[in-house]
């Protein structure tokens, strides 16, 4: 039998029919990867297709042979896939040694095109319309039950529809047909665009497709394309910001591009959504033009379900992987005359809080919630009984409990055994610290913020010769649960002397109020008032006290983003810190149990500000009017960070694969509106989209008329690299390690200490 020849790509003629079926117009593309063909579909006169053969011509048999078998198993993802900004794979085929994806034929011009034609820089308001675009469809990508990764986003790569859509024109199999390697290569991006993690610098992931998108804005708003990351790299100077080349780009803007194209990935948008996100709050884009241009202002990313917080796995394939009651304290005032020659600090502590019981030190504060808890250690349980233990931020516990019981009561089973969550709430460092010594060994582990999974994850390995103990790939790897940004709780009366004093409460005033000499009765308050006084968990055991240090310095230095090591040990910015951290009366040791059995219980004769979780402080207002006879109110910083509060499974060897999909269907669970609606009654911003934080629920604190709410929650600042972290807190520990820290009542009341 004579073989069939092997054909060339790109050399099919005009008339030829493939598959039988579809009939060669034009060829109107070639590149590296193969050739795109316009042809006819007979079977349907009068559809138009495009139809995409792929290259072989630089693999060996035995690469062929492997891409193949890839190019089948992708191809039949693909042609699953219908979202607005995809054209529509309908069918692949392989015929004369070759393989062929079929899709909707694109009428158009690429961005590149449009580009070109305005021979400069585009209108900002448009290019972020397509940004908003391009963020849907490349969460409907991450976000599929097996994740695929474009990893070739660029202007000539999307194409303007005449319907003002975009569509990506070339995603798909293309990174199958490439020789083998461990690692990522050029060959998959395109110089510009592509992270470093292209560069053979690791493996590519969601976030590579973060940074590619960014790269996109940065050349469609500068008309110039970005220094290739290896460039940057070696020499940063190489990479122009976008301001720098086009100053009529507005700061908000230029943000944006910048935190997508951070060189570490860990420093980029975590997902498409949260960059979605963070394009809508610009302003640039209106919650009419959202609606009319994708559907729903939030629900452009397919359904827009709560995103992939963390990358997928490299290949783009899915793996399996009550407070307690009021503690009645008197507490005394003493008058200006007895301040002669007593600290600040002694002041506070002897004086105002006189009688408390204070504990210094680390120690590990451990106790019983409710009748869900267990403590964590590893017991074996029933052969019947799948266990999993669940160390969470403790200013999360209440909407946690309700969540567990909830759950509980819907008999969830693995395999006929019945899932028990193990409640053990902890300040996130705390755990973080834990975990690593080994004394904790939950199966999940929600601290306040990725910041510590970011701290944990580099820390293991460093301890452990480079083993993860995150699962970080695949639908296991973590999400956001929900999201709470940081705000100052003020009394309100102390509320209303501070705004008619300085206008507004952020970290310059509240620096100004607490350095006076005279205190309240210096910016109009009453003498008995007397100094101001500051609030603020600790540091290097809670979330809340290391986000209060890290906006204080940005505060300081006025900026957003790239604090450095230096500018932390600036003498002026250390004055700046110590006048601030001077002023706290006593660190909590987590933010739950601080504010309702510290701050709220002492009240304002000890606490007048204090930074904490705005769900917090939503959720305690009762309490505070009814000891107090006035709410705790919420002050935005006007640069912030939110914690998102993530779910991440660990992989440790105590682990088992029951557990692990029982972790997945408890995640679920806590992600569905119901549950999500529960959590925004406990005062956090639901990750799920469907819910609104104007939610008509009985109950809502968001619509509770006496406190102001922020919607959306801008700027926010970048999480600082690591190093800096660590320098803050090496200055915080060299000043405050010895300070007073304020244990809950509950723990104390538990001692007989109280």
Known sequence: MTPVPRRVTGTLQAGLALERRYRIIQMIGK?????????????????????????????????????????????????????????????????????????????????????????????EKQVMDWAFQLCAVLHYLHDRPQPIIFRDMKPSNVMLAADGRLKLIDFGIARVFKAAGVKDTTLLGSHGYAPLEQYGKGQSD????IYALGATLYDL????????????????????????????????????????????????????LEMAQAILDTGLISQSTALNTIGNPLQPLSTFKPSSQQPTTPQGFATASQPAGPVQQQ?????????????????????????????????????????????????????????????????????????????????PTINNQTIQVMLDPHGSLEAQ?????????????SPASFLELNQLTAAWKQKNSGKEILISTGDLLPKSLVFSPLVFAVWQERARVLQHKYG???????????????????????????????????????????????????????????????????????????DIEGAVTAFGRSSGTYLTNEVIQKGPAAYDVTTTYENLVLTSSKDATSRWNQPLQPFY??????????????????????????????????????????????????????????????????????????????????TPAGGVITELLKQWSDRYKDAPTALSSTFQEQKGLI
């Open 221 to 272: 708003l500068t008309n110039t394309v970005p220094a290739d990351a290896a460039s940057r790299r070696v020499q940063p100077a190489n990479f122009l910001q976008p301001r720098q080349i086009n100053a009529h780009i507005s700061p908000k803007v230029e943000v944006i591009v910048l935190k997508a194209m951070e060189q570490e990935p860990a420093d980029r948008y975590q997902s498409a």
């Open 504 to 578: 507004n409460i952020d970290w310059p005033t509240i620096h100004d109020a607490l350095i006076l000499k005279n205190g309240w009765s210096d910016i109009g308050g009453p003498a008995e008032w007397g100094l101001v006084k500051f609030g603020q968990t600790h540091p290097a055991q809670s979330n809340s006290g290391l986000l209060s240090i890290t906006l204080l310095a940005y505060a300081y230095h006025k900026i957003q983003r790239g604090l450095t090591i230096e500018q932390v040990r600036d003498p002026n910015f250390l004055k700046y810190f110590s």
């Open 331 to 411: 507490t005394m005032v003493p008058s200006q005359t007895q301040l002669a020659g007593i600290s600040r600090r002694g002041l506070l502590v002897g004086g105002v809080l006189a009688g408390a019981v204070v504990l210094g030190g680390a120690g590990v504060l451990a106790f019983t919630r409710s009748q869900n808890s267990v403590s964590s250690s590893q017991g074996s349980g029933s052969t019947n009984t799948i266990p999993l233990h669940f160390t969470y931020s403790t200013e999360k516990a209440d909407w946690i409990e309700a969540a567990v019981k909830a759950f509980h009561q819907s008999n």
């Open 433 to 445: 610290d834990g975990i690593l010594n080994g004394s904790l060994q939950p199966t999940i582990w």
């Open 637 to 718: 910083p006007g640069l912030n960070i939110v914690s998102d509060h993530p779910f991440a499974l660990l992989q440790g060897s105590w682990i088992t694969p029951e557990a692990r999909e029982a972790a997945r269907k408890f995640r679920d669970f806590l992600l569905t509106d119901e549950q999500q609606r529960l959590a925004l009654k406990s005062g956090f911003r639901p990750t799920n989209p469907n819910i609104k934080l104007t939610e008509a629920l009985p109950g809502n604190p968001f619509l509770a008329s006496a406190i102001q709410i922020k919607s959306q929650i801008q700027p926010l600042a970048q």
């Open 31 to 123: 590149g590296g990867f193969g050739a795109v063909y316009k042809a006819t579909d007979e079977r349907f006169q009068a559809r138009v297709v495009a139809i995409k053969e792929m290259s072989d011509a630089q693999l060996s048999p035995q690469e062929k042979t492997q891409a193949l078998q890839a190019f089948r198993h992708e191809a039949n993802l693909l042609v699953q896939l219908n979202h607005p900004n995809l054209p529509n794979v309908s069918d692949f085929f392989e015929e004369g040694g070759k393989a062929y994806l079929v899709m909707e034929f694109v009428e158009g011009q690429t961005l590149e095109n449009i580009q070109e034609q305005a021979a400069g820089p585009l209108d």
């Open 206 to 209: 969601t976030r590579t497709d």
